[in-house]
């Protein structure tokens, strides 16, 4: 892809510390039609969303050295690249190939390792044979209703804690709703994007 533009984006943090991010210029110009027609696939992979921007805030602000992190629907994997930075052991993962592209994109220009594989988070028995992870991610992957009950299911079998950044979408309110059953939940808003809450989940003891 030629059409590429590349960002520097501050992760927060009395270090000033920053990552490159090339992304597509266009994310419209990337509409297949063929591809929404078999599961209305959107190439939604190819922005960079403001809970992306958080949740990679939050990574950063975390000392991850030897940890094993899995990202969920990661995109651009702006997470993913804050934990690799942070000495974590990254697995980066999303239902686009050509996300996973751009992570390994990425992860070459801020010279860190990340592992990519392309995974529906519906049929994850790959990432579940490879749990516990020690820490899951995810960022606004609850924009659609039909994500919640999928979510839902697999998150407690990935690991003891997820950090799940959401701007408060309400197809995203079943979910927290039916969180606290399965989990203790702790949030916090972004300091950037305020609207951008991160959602701490840790299964209990
Ligand atoms: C709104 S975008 C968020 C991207 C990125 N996490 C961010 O915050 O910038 C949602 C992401 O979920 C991915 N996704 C949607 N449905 C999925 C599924 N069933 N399995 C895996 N990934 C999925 C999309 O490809 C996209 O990358």
Known sequence: ?????????????????????????????????DAFGDDEFLPYWAE???????????VAARRLGGA??????????????????????????DWSPEALAFVARNAALNEVAIATSVVDWRAAEALEAQAPWDLVLAADVLYEARNVAPLLDLLPRLGPEVLLADPGRATAQPFFAAAPARWALRSWPDDVH????VHRLRRPA
Do not use: I, K
């Open 1 to 33: 892809m030629s059409d590429v533009v590349t960002e520097t984006v501050a992760l927060g943090g009395p270090g000033g510390a920053t990552l490159e991010l090339a992304r597509p210029r266009s994310s419209e110009a990337l509409l297949d039609e």
């Open 48 to 58: 960079l969303w403001p809970s992306g921007r958080a949740l990679a805030r939050a």
């Open 68 to 93: 094993r992190v899995l990202e969920l629907g990661c995109g651009l994997g702006l997470p993913s690249l804050a934990a690799a930075r942070a000495g974590a052991r990254v697995t980066a993962t």
């Open 194 to 197: 305020p609207a951008v809450r």
